[in-house]
């Protein structure tokens, strides 16, 4: 009567084992997204005693769009590091603000190459479940299983081209450059599929400059940031059972 309960045991065991494995497999990720840039510079924006939270600042004036393709590498079920590169477009206006009289106006062209590191908090099991990875399980017990959310930061470059309006030309300014940004935000995946993946990204950018809209205030206490909301798609690649042994 022991031997067969032994064997059950080391079965289960087993499978627990092989299960918790299977996430090694597709260590290796890409992934495109798409999305909006909202920029905080000299332009455009109410002055602090009339916007204290900084909500007011929120606007479609100053919102453009995004790009984004990544490649991650997994290093443990929590843990990735990938290489992001971003295309997008910052707008900066006094349109609407407390500088409307001023006028200025600035559109900022950007290139942002970074390394950014990943921590899962919450991360989903269907991954480790071999009737998903398989393209098996139920509906809402499976949809629920297969959430992900997750924390960033990192470090990254940013190229960027200035075209000013006509009064801002006046006021004269370095129409490009080169500066570090700090990359920082919050993440959330859907595993739709065993190898597809569904995302919504928000992330804070701090720029090492206050010159991204070419124009620097006397009143000016920080530097420029930046932020991207993306809607991401990510495909998991299989790597060879090789290649994975190698990896551990």
Do not use: C
Not at 109 to 130: C, D, H, M, Q, W
Not at 235 to 245: A, F, H, N, T
């Amino acid at each position: 009567m022991k031997r067969p309960i032994l064997t059950i045991l080391l079965l289960i065991f087993f499978i627990q084992v092989s299960q918790a494995q299977l996430w090694k497999l597709k260590r290796v990720e890409l992934s495109g997204g798409m999305g909006t840039a909202t920029f905080f510079g000299d332009i455009g924006g109410f002055s602090h005693g009339e916007n204290s939270w900084g909500f007011k600042d929120i606007t479609f004036l100053q919102t453009r769009y995004s790009i984004n393709l990544s490649a991650k590498y997994r290093f443990s079920q929590v843990i990735s590091a990938r290489l992001s590169l971003s295309y997008g477009l910052l707008h900066a206006t006094d349109e609407r603000g407390s500088n409307e009289v001023r006028g200025y106006e600035a559109s900022t062209s950007i290139f942002e190459p970074a390394l950014i590191g990943e921590y899962y908090f919450v991360k989903n099991r269907a991954e480790t479940s071999y009737l998903f990875n398989k393209g098996r399980g139920k509906g809402i017990i499976r949809l629920m299983r297969s959430l992900d959310f997750y924390a960033f930061t990192g470090i990254g470059g940013l190229s960027y081209s200035i075209e000013p309006n006509e009064k801002l030309s006046e006021h004269g300014l370095d129409s490009r450059g080169f500066t570090a940004v700090v990359p920082l935000g919050l993440g959330g995946n859907l595993s739709a599929y065993p190898n597809l993946k569904f995302g919504l990204e928000l992330g804070f950018r701090y720029a090492l400059t206050d010159n991204l809209d070419g124009y620097t205030s006397q009143f000016s206490s920080a530097n420029d940031v930046y932020y991207f909301f993306h809607i991401n798609v990510t495909y998991r690649l299989k790597i060879q059972k090789g290649m994975s042994r190698s990896f551990r």
